[in-house]
């Protein structure tokens, strides 16, 4: 663990993560105002010492809806990383060991491939309605794919190794097989992805919600106090600022922590990504 | 003796002079040099063999020769005197001027070393394009000299040819002809038989004495194989731990060895005299083969079906306490024989036998009840063990799965741990702390723990040292006598076949072609095949024994 530490990617992106996560987390302690209060006679208001990022066209405290908005973006994600990575493991390692289905599985893999998320998610919502649960599904789905051909890949050549071959020989059932010798193989590839995953999905989850197809405008969430601020970005830039700037930070964190694992983790991944 | 019938090498200044080379380990290693004081020479028209096992630093002298160490790898003292030229004071630009030019070097591994895009033409080529101006003709002529210097048939076709449509020997000898293309004046021979054929070792190892024999070449070869030294060598050095500690002519080295190591060493070579051993009384049968058979079946890019008979016909059966050595070159599908018999593989035909259930046809249940019978150790150590999971859970993983209590299951494996030679407290530790010849030993002690009838060991001395070969040889003998085990042995190595099995069964091409008693094969073996194979084996007409015999004298 503390090797893992010595990379400076590691150590910079932590860093930026938890700087951007613990007012996130404890949102309704660091920020004692009512994201969603409207306060007509406090209306686009600079940054003060009492609106630290100011407040917008109904005069809500952009702080805390950036902080609470946080929130909805880490929850994203984390679920659709935590999500897409346990499916595709199962899916992944069944495909990769049991040879029967694997063509057939890997087949609908490539189905998926074909489905651009931010399409997808606002298909779904225009026919479900905007909820989380639709936005994580519709954000899960096609990332499901590259870590079933992630996870398939590390099955198909630990399951050659005579360590594996011993265990069939010592009659150690499937399931059992999977679970103690060849799965143990990709958690340091599999910490790796999920960092891109969240990250991506913070991202998208932004997208959605800039484009009006995300979760409903009453909670705050990154992206639509983006798209909020669009229009009044000439005379109230602060409010397009702030969320934008997380944003840009907290992909950056994740995107560099991910570098940083992946090169203390796994070194084979290097080239391919 | 064919050592005294050997071309006196040619007197002189030597081509290659290495004096006191030390050469540094990083931080953490195991020792703090990886050579130390090393000092040897060769002259022209001389092949001196370098003679270790792994770890004792022969490969990267000669590395540091050629400046291809790694940047952790820093010589700290001596010279390396190449016709008179310091290497290691050499600019890299003057290196890479010799290197292909002056001297040369071949690798082990003939597959990985040759660039699977290029043709074996444009591959000796690309030296000539380096080092001279030749035009294109003199060196389209120059390619085809070389490669009929390796006798190489077709050489016009040979040049045409992908590495992968060359067999391993013919691989290797092109290596050998573009390392020879510019008539380098030392050539450095990396293992260069270790991944080949006896058979094809055989045709190597003569190329290489033709070379000596007609350029001025010093060959620098090293190998771990006493009897490649007693088929090849001028002179010997023989390194241990980074040191050298014996070095003369290979006749004085190899029959009156001074030093205890060189001594040991020699000694631990099995020689292909079979050992005698008492008749036992005759055991059941333990496994009984009968008409074996197995198809890989292959598409090819163009559809057309591709079909390789591993496995023709085959049949033998295998007696309590007693070891059938199946023998046989790489394809000729004695491994497909040992994987079948595990039902790793399913076969396409055929009856295995283990007492009385017949595994080929065995349902699931079946054969998970009757995997507790059969149990197998692999070829690679490094790979045999999982690397996460402690010795401990690595044994008693087989007992558990048939509902061996986990305290039963652990004192069963400290037993066999101290039986195997090993301390019982290690069973916690992982495999990565013990070395190749421990980790095979917890292998034997994983597949003893589920007390199985039948032990398959599918080249489980080959990728070992030859002192710790012989360790482990020997406790598979003791273990067979001990519980009674029938052992069906897998090697290349007929000095090893000889050594531990009763009875021998020779494949060739998916075929047993000769099946006896290991004297009787031996002495007089009655299949071409056969007869081809044991005048393959390097360094057949000296023995071990008789060298000793005038050493302790």
Same mark, same amino acid.
């Given at each position: ?119 997808? *998610? ?15 599904? *519709? ?48 958690? *340091? ?85 | ?25 990083? #931080? ?156 380098? #004046? ?368």
């Amino acid at each position: 663990m503390k090797k893992i530490l010595d990379n400076p990617s590691v150590a910079l992106g932590l860093v930026i993560v938890v700087i951007m996560a613990v007012p996130a987390l404890f949102a309704p302690l660091v920020s004692s105002i009512d994201p969603t209060a409207m306060a007509p006679m406090e209306r686009i208001k600079p940054p003060s010492a009492s609106h630290w990022f100011g407040t917008d066209l109904f005069g809500r405290d952009v702080y805390s809806r950036v902080v609470h908005g946080g929130r909805t973006s880490l929850l994203v994600g984390l679920t659709v990383a935590a999500i897409s990575i346990v499916i595709g493991m199962v899916i992944g390692a069944a495909s990769g060991y049991i040879r029967v289905i694997d063509a057939v599985v890997m087949r609908i893999m490539d189905g998926l491939m074909a489905i651009p998320s931010l399409l997808l *998610a606002i298909a779904m919502v225009s026919v479900g309605g905007a909820s989380l649960t639709s936005v994580v599904v *519709a954000i899960t789905l096609p990332e499901i794919p590259r870590v079933v051909r992630l996870v398939r890949g590390i099955v198909l050549t630990i399951r050659e190794e005579a360590y594996v071959e011993a265990a069939v020989t010592a009659g150690t059932s499937t399931v059992a097989i999977l679970w103690r010798h060849i799965l143990p193989n990709t958690i *340091a590839a599999l910490i790796v992805l999920a960092s891109y995953i969240g990250a991506s999905a913070v991202l998208t989850e932004a997208s959605l919600g800039f484009l009006g197809a995300g979760i409903s405008p009453e909670i705050p969430s990154w992206g639509n106090i983006i798209a909020e601020a669009r229009v009044s970005f000439q005379i109230a830039p602060w409010i397009l600022f702030f969320p934008s700037a997380c944003l840009v930070l907290i992909v950056l964190g994740v995107n560099v922590l991910g570098d940083g694992l992946r090169d203390t983790l796994d070194p084979r991944l290097a080239k391919k990504m | 003796m064919n050592l005294s019938e050997k071309t006196r090498p040619a007197s002189g200044a030597p081509v290659l002079d290495i004096r006191n080379l030390t050469v540094r380990l990083p #931080k953490g290693a195991d020792r703090e040099h990886a050579v130390e004081g090393v000092s040897l020479s060769i002259a022209a028209r001389e092949i001196l063999c370098l003679v270790g096992e792994s770890g004792s630093g022969k490969s990267i002298t000669s590395f540091a020769v050629m400046g291809l160490l790694s940047k952790e790898l820093v010589p700290v003292g001596g010279e390396i005197l190449f016709q008179r030229e310091d290497l290691l004071r050499a600019s890299p630009e003057r290196l890479r001027q010799l290197r292909g030019s002056r001297m040369s070097m071949i690798f082990q591994e003939p597959m990985t070393a040759l660039n699977p895009v290029m043709t074996a033409g444009r591959q000796i080529e690309e030296v000539l394009t380096t080092h001279t101006d030749m035009s294109r003709d003199q060196r389209t002529r120059r390619v085809l000299e070389v490669i009929r210097a390796v006798s190489l048939p077709d050489p016009e076709l040979i040049r045409r040819l992908y590495p992968h449509q060359l067999s391993g020997g013919q691989r290797q000898r092109v290596m050998i002809a573009a390392a020879l293309a510019l008539e380098p #004046k030392l050539l450095i021979a990396d293992e260069p038989t270790t991944a080949l054929d006896v058979t094809t070792q055989a045709q190597i190892l003569r190329i290489l004495k033709e070379i000596q024999g007609s350029h001025d070449t010093a060959i620098l070869f090293i190998t771990h194989d006493i009897g490649v030294v007693a088929e090849i060598a001028d002179r010997v050095v023989v390194m241990q731990s980074g040191r050298v500690v014996e070095q003369g002519d290979a006749g004085r080295v190899l029959d009156a060895p001074e030093h205890p190591y060189t001594k040991m060493l020699i000694s631990s070579v099995p020689s292909l005299t079979p050992g005698t051993r008492a008749e036992a009384p005759v055991k059941p049968v333990a496994l009984s083969v009968e008409g074996l058979s197995k198809i890989y079946r292959g598409t090819s890019f163009f559809g057309s079906k591709r079909e390789v008979r591993a496995i023709d016909d085959v049949g033998f059966t295998v007696r309590g306490g007693r070891v059938l050595g199946v023998v046989g070159e790489s394809g000729s599908g004695k491994t497909s024989v040992a994987r079948c018999v595990m039902r790793l593989i399913d076969c396409d035909g055929g009856r295995i036998r283990l007492d009385g259930v017949d595994l080929a046809a065995a349902s699931k249940r079946r054969l998970h009840d009757a995997r507790k019978d059969v149990q197998m150790v692999f070829q690679d150590p490094y790979r045999s063990l999982n690397p996460r999971r402690t010795v401990g859970q690595s044994i008693i993983e087989g007992p558990m799965n048939f509902g061996v209590p986990k305290r039963e299951a652990w004192e069963r494996a400290r037993r066999l741990m101290t039986l195997v030679s090993l301390d019982p407290d290690a069973l916690s530790r992982y495999p990565h702390q013990f070395s190749g010849g421990q980790r095979q030993r917890i292998c034997i002690a994983r597949a003893l723990a589920m007390e199985p009838r039948l032990l398959v060991a599918d080249e489980i001395v080959s990728a070992l040292d030859v002192t710790v070969q012989a360790q482990v040889l020997e406790l598979l003998n003791g273990i067979r006598e001990k519980f009674d085990l029938a052992i069906l042995f897998i090697t290349h190595d007929l000095r090893v076949a000889a050594k531990v099995c009763d009875e021998v069964a020779v494949m060739h091409r998916g075929r047993i072609v000769e099946m006896g008693s290991t004297s009787e094969i031996f002495a007089s073996p009655k299949h071409e095949y056969t007869r081809s194979l044991l005048a393959a084996v390097p360094g057949r007409t000296w023995s071990a024994e008789a060298g000793l015999g005038a050493g302790g004298a």
